[in-house]
């Protein structure tokens, strides 16, 4: 296996632009800009292109991913993996949409597969924030013999609402609407960012496993709760989970090692050595008055949270 130099390293690492990132009670959440040049598929890439035949089998490993849950580091990890492990990453647009329609789901897999014919290689690596669909059936239609896999990672749900908050505050166009007001402050005021009333539609954690009915979005909805639990049993390799990111990266390693071979020593020696910008203005925790509020309202992301959580410790 071909190890980078710790040169090419820090030559890809200078491609990166880190604009922000939030230290929070010894979580890390970084949010990465990725410069347009994407790194270019290898020579490797193109020579395996010409040798496949349709017999390879191909495989897919699709990271839908929850926005504010580490998701950019586990983007940004796999990006640097890419070459070790010989596979390529497609980064997907549409971010900003997450629910999608019929037509849409097939279009995307459909853009998908063709994006991986033409780049060519076996191994692939898919993200983009969307909600859990089961991309095979329309993958199998361009590749046969297609593997598809599923990873995606969660947060303390308090946690993930107030980084959420403190991001939209930070990235707002209407500075002067959230200017100063404390993630506490807004939800004591029962500002709409920071008031989750059962029954009402959010983008929380559940939609991106239960997904694209209308009723996964709704909160506290049992069979949307159920239905994002079927599914992470039925397809997801690995959920991760960022308070337990050192369990998150061993199980990466030890249950998908077609594509995270070498991510602990990724990330505990190369990106931690790494002098990072540090959001000041993301206080550290949420007050615990203000969690236990909280807590009462999102009983089934956190239901669901324990859930996932458990699955990985066991
Ligand atoms: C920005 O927010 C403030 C406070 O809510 C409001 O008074 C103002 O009209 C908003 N400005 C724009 C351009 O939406
Ligand atoms: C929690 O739910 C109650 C009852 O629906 C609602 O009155 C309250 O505003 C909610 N609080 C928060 C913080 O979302
Ligand atoms: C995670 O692993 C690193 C490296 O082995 C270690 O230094 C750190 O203490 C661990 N953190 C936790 C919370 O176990």
């Not at 997450?98 to 076996?122: F, P, Q, Y």
Request: charge should be neutral.
């Amino acid at each position: 296996m071909r190890q980078s130099s710790p040169t090419t390293r820090s030559n890809r690492t200078a491609k990166i632009v880190a604009t922000a990132a939030i230290f929070n009670a010894g979580i890390i959440c970084l949010v990465f800009y990725m410069t347009t040049n994407q790194s270019s598929p290898s020579v490797l890439f193109k020579q395996k292109a010409e040798e496949i035949s349709p017999e390879n089998p191909i495989s897919l490993l699709f990271f839908n991913r929850v926005p504010k849950t580490g998701s950019e580091l586990f983007a940004l990890l796999l990006q640097w993996l890419q070459e070790p492990n010989n596979f390529l990453q497609l980064r997907l647009s549409g971010n900003e949409k997450r629910k999608l329609d019929s037509m849409e789901r097939k279009e995307m897999t459909i853009n998908l597969a063709d994006d991986m014919k033409v780049k060519g290689g076996e191994k692939f690596v898919a993200d983009r924030h969307v909600y859990f669909f089961d991309v095979k059936e329309d993958m199998t239609r361009r590749f046969p013999s297609a593997e598809v896999k599923y990873f995606s990672t969660i947060r303390d749900p308090v946690e993930k609402a107030a980084s959420r908050f403190y991001y939209s505050r930070a990235t707002s166009r209407n500075q002067t609407r959230l200017h100063d007001t404390s993630f506490e402050a807004c939800v004591a005021q029962g500002m709409p960012e920071c008031r989750f009333l059962d029954g009402e539609s959010y983008d929380l954690t559940i939609p991106y496993f239960c997904g694209h009915h209308d009723d996964c979005l709704k909160l506290n909805n049992q069979w949307a709760f159920q239905q994002a639990k079927e599914n992470v049993e039925k397809h997801f390799t690995v959920v991760g989970v960022l308070e337990e990111l050192n369990v998150t990266l061993a199980t990466l390693e030890n249950n998908l090692p077609e594509f995270f071979h070498g991510v602990q020593k990724l990330y505990f020696d190369d990106l931690m050595k790494v002098k990072w910008n540090y959001n000041k203005e993301r206080p550290r925790g949420v007050e615990s008055a203000v969690a236990d509020r909280l807590r009462q309202n999102l009983t089934l992301e956190y239901a669901f949270y324990n859930f996932v959580k458990q699955r990985l410790l066991s």
